[in-house]
């Protein structure tokens, strides 16, 4: 890629060797999660509960990578390589701890993830008929979920030789629900039929 670059293999300067090199990489997750409820009875046949949980994960990643910019790769750039692939100890991989310190590089990204749900029911009962009490449930559910993912500086710029670029994924989901639910009892205690009701539900989001 240089004509001023003599390559100690090829006479025209272009060459594409191939030689071991380390892999290595490693992660850690930090994950918290908070949960707490309350709850109650009033008017003796209602009850009340009120569930919120919050989790988050934290997490980096790291990646040994080749610094392509160090390489002398005509696709990243015009400088010609200043390491001689063709040395027997980098193809064999005697000198790899000297290659991974000219080229290689730790590209260090980091993930978030924040999950948030609060949910509220209310119970009881309604009235009574013959077959039993006409029972109702009624609540409402709040659910935020996000990500937050920083690729290295490596990736994000294109620099990872032999390696896809990464760009920067964030977003985030909302839902607020509410919800009800009734339940009535039509017969009881005859014969042929021990107990019959009629239940229906209906949820908003």
Request: proline content about 4%; charged content about 20%; overall charge negative.
């Amino acid at each position: 890629n240089d004509p001023d670059f003599v390559n100690t293999a090829l006479s025209s300067g272009v060459s594409q060797p191939v030689m071991p090199f380390r892999s290595n990489s490693s992660q850690k997750v930090d994950y918290y999660y908070l949960n707490t409820n309350f709850n109650g009875l009033f008017a003796d046949t209602w009850s009340w509960d009120v569930n919120a949980s919050y989790s988050r994960s934290s997490g980096t990643y790291s990646d040994l990578s080749i610094d392509a910019s160090k390489t002398g790769d005509w696709n990243y750039g015009e400088d010609a390589p200043t390491i001689n692939y063709f040395d027997p100890g980098f193809l064999s991989g005697t000198r790899m701890d000297e290659l991974v310190g000219l080229i290689g590089v730790m590209d260090t990204g980091k993930t978030i993830y924040d999950q948030t749900v609060v949910t509220g029911v209310l119970t009881g009962e309604l009235f009574d008929l013959p077959a039993g009490a006409v029972g109702a449930a009624i609540g409402a559910e709040y659910r935020e979920f996000s990500i937050d993912d920083q690729p290295g500086y490596y990736s994000a710029t294109g620099l990872l030789w032999g390696q896809s670029s990464a760009q920067q994924t964030k977003g985030d989901d909302t839902v607020k629900e509410v919800f009800a639910e009734v339940e009535v009892p039509l017969l009881k205690g005859l014969p042929g039929v021990e107990s019959l009701t009629f239940n229906a539900s209906t949820r908003w989001f």
